[in-house]
């Protein structure tokens, strides 16, 4: 049978013409092509499209954080030890120079305040991603509640944590602030774990937020709220600032293990979080309850709302 020719024009043209428009109208399209003879271009013709940006890296897969992955049980107990160990020492340095009286006591306080929550937080990426190491991971701030207990009912003398962690020096005060920290983090670990903005929000803005509001208000905080003397727009805004910044830090850097995905709704969240825990730890309540308690409060109820 005689095969019947194609005109050049007919059979390639409007194959060109209907990629050209593609090649027009995507950004990241490149044109590969060989040509052989006249009768195989518009065969061998091809465009392939190619973003001009890298893709992004997959996350670190979860358990190559863990020390021990083909053994969750050994590994989530050795995590165990090793924060345990981080938070004391940290713990300790701030005894030591409470001790030493290397720096203003209510300064010395606020130190403890602010960095052992989040060093302990840096460690959660050393637990497995079940249950059992969520429950491991809060036994650390557990003992701390125990030991908050037992030295602010006078059970057990520790003068150095009793300088370290209270205002006047008093150790009743430990049943106080002290215990509501160590509470809030036993149970964003136990409840919500490093999967949860919820977390990530209740600790940074009670740990980073209210920690440097005190420290910025009393250098800074000439000008007073007109609602509340005893606070300062300059610790207020230190307290926003302050506990989103470390909030959305805290999420890139669960994000890198694959526990958070990040994106700009969840650091809205953050921000709606930190402004609303600053209103509530300017207002009067928070001076007479415990700030600790109230900046807790208002980060938890608020971040179940926007996350």
């Known amino acids: 049978m005689a095969s019947t020719a194609v005109p050049f024009y007919s059979s390639t043209i409007p194959k ?50 863990m020390i021990f992955p ?115 983090i036993t149970l964003a670990c136990a409840l919500y774990w490093r999967t949860s903005p919820i977390a990530v929000a209740a600790i940074c803005n009670l740990c980073a937020g209210d920690g440097i509001a005190d420290v910025v208000g009393r250098r800074f905080g000439r000008q007073k709220l007109p609602y509340n003397s005893n606070k300062s727009i300059a610790g207020s805004v230190a307290m926003a600032t302050a506990g989103f910044l ?9 994000a890198y293990f694959g526990y958070i995905q990040e994106s700009w709704e969840i650091v809205l969240g953050f921000l709606v979080v930190s402004l609303a825990s600053a209103l509530v730890e300017s207002l009067p309540i928070s001076t007479e309850l415990d700030d600790n308690l109230t900046v807790t409060l208002t980060s938890i109820l608020v971040g179940s709302l926007v996350f």
């Open 70 to 184: 083909q053994n969750p049980v050994l590994s989530d107990v050795c995590a165990t030890v090793i924060s345990g160990f981080v938070a004391l020492s940290v713990l300790r340095v701030w005894q030591e120079t409470a001790k030493r009286r290397l720096c203003d006591q209510k300064l010395n306080r606020k130190l403890v305040h602010i960095s052992i929550g989040l060093v302990f937080m840096l460690c959660w990426p050393l637990f497995s991603s079940g249950y059992r190491g969520a429950i491991l991971a809060a036994i650390t701030p557990g003992v701390n509640i125990i030991r908050m207990l037992l030295i602010g009912s006078g059970l057990w003398k520790d003068e150095a944590t009793v300088k370290s962690m209270s205002r006047y020096g008093d150790y009743r005060e430990l049943l106080k602030g002290p215990l509501y920290y160590a509470t809030t």
């Open 16 to 65: 060109l013409t209907s990629k050209l428009n593609n090649l027009i109208f995507d950004p990241h399209v490149s044109l590969s092509f060989t040509a052989t003879s006249s009768n195989e271009f518009g065969n061998r013709f091809s465009l392939r499209s190619t973003n001009s940006r890298k893709p992004r890296r997959n996350p670190t897969p979860p358990a190559a954080s």
């Open 246 to 254: 470390a909030s959305v830090g805290f999420m890139y850097y669960f």
